[in-house]
């Protein structure tokens, strides 16, 4: 049974993740103990905490690849086939670059502290802010958008319901009280940072020398990027990530195209559950399922094998 790979970006931190998995598995146990290695301190963060720890963005982003990687890793120790391709949401395109071959984890990890790290410099904390904006379409958003001042864009397009807009504090506000007038229904969403927006500038141009002296390699299966919202060659990937830390996830694209490939089947590999909820929203007629545990690999894996 085909099937695509799905990992998860910031907000699926869960203090305690891929614990369980370790404890099972040697492949996973062995991604938490590279990790460590080369992040210390990071792995008793993942599993003791404190969440408001672990919730900072340079904390965050290596722990959520750890995870992915060792839920991954667990996978393919306990038979579970490669699948067609990959993707994953924001810092999730990561994992699904390690799980691919493409970037070491090694690498990943290195990476992903400096991106959370300059992420978090980029924006004084309180100036930036994020909302998720529903029963509004993304077409309709951006018109509201284009009447407010100051910077503030759309940074995510989840589901068809779902869109989230990112910029500074004020001109978000001020599109959220535009958006509600619309029609639309706004959830101000607790973030460090406005991510995927024009304010991350200084962050992508820190990260982009990082990107262009990493040796990526040919993924052994296509990775969908967020940027384009298709297959990224390897040349391409430095500038891609590069692009990604200030432009939108175009997530709802990636799902349709993923589908009609066709695949009707997708597998979260990490912590949480988001992308397996966007999936089912955005597509129909699909399979879902998610690794985040033993209890939870199995089920994955007699899903595939059905």
């Avoid at 500038?201 to 040796?215: I, K, N, S, V």
């Avoid at 997530?251 to 559950?273: C, H, K, R, Y």
Wanted: charged fraction near 15%; aromatic fraction near 4%; proline fraction near 6%.
């Amino acid at each position: 049974m085909s099937f695509t790979a799905l990992f998860p970006g910031q907000g699926s931190q869960a203090v305690g993740m891929a614990g369980a998995l370790a404890e099972h598995s040697p492949a996973a146990r062995a991604v938490l103990d590279e990790a460590e290695a080369t992040l210390p301190g990071l792995t008793g963060l993942m599993q003791d905490g404190p969440i408001e720890e672990l919730t900072l963005t340079a904390n965050q982003q290596p722990a959520l690849v750890t995870a992915g990687i060792a839920a991954w890793r667990a996978w393919l120790e306990a038979g579970g086939p490669q699948p067609v391709a990959a993707a994953g949401h924001s810092l999730g395109e990561f994992s699904a670059l390690v799980a691919s071959g493409a970037l070491s984890l090694v690498d990943a990890l290195r990476l992903v502290r400096s991106r959370g790290e300059f992420m978090q410099e980029a924006v004084p904390e309180g100036t930036g802010a994020m909302a998720a904006v529903m029963k509004l379409d993304p077409a309709a958003i951006e018109r509201v958008l284009e009447q407010v001042t100051g910077i503030v864009a759309i940074a995510n397009l989840n589901s068809p319901a779902q869109t989230v807009i990112s910029g500074e504090s004020v001109a978000v506000a001020s599109a959220n009280e535009a958006l509600k007038a619309a029609g639309a229904r706004v959830i101000p969403l607790k973030v460090s940072a406005p991510f995927h927006c024009p304010l991350m500038q200084d962050a992508a141009d820190r990260l982009a020398p990082l990107l262009e002296a990493t040796g990526f390699k040919d993924p052994a299966f296509p990775v969908i990027s967020n940027v384009t919202a298709r297959a990224a060659a390897r040349a391409e990937l430095p500038s891609l990530l590069t692009q990604q830390v200030t432009g939108r996830v175009r997530w709802v694209e990636t799902m349709t195209n993923l589908a009609d490939s066709p695949v009707d089947t997708f597998i979260e590999f990490g912590s949480g559950q988001v992308l397996s909820g966007l999936v089912t929203r955005t597509l129909s007629g699909v399979r879902v399922a998610s690794v985040t545990d033993p209890a939870s690999l199995r089920a994955a894996l007699a899903m595939v094998n059905a």
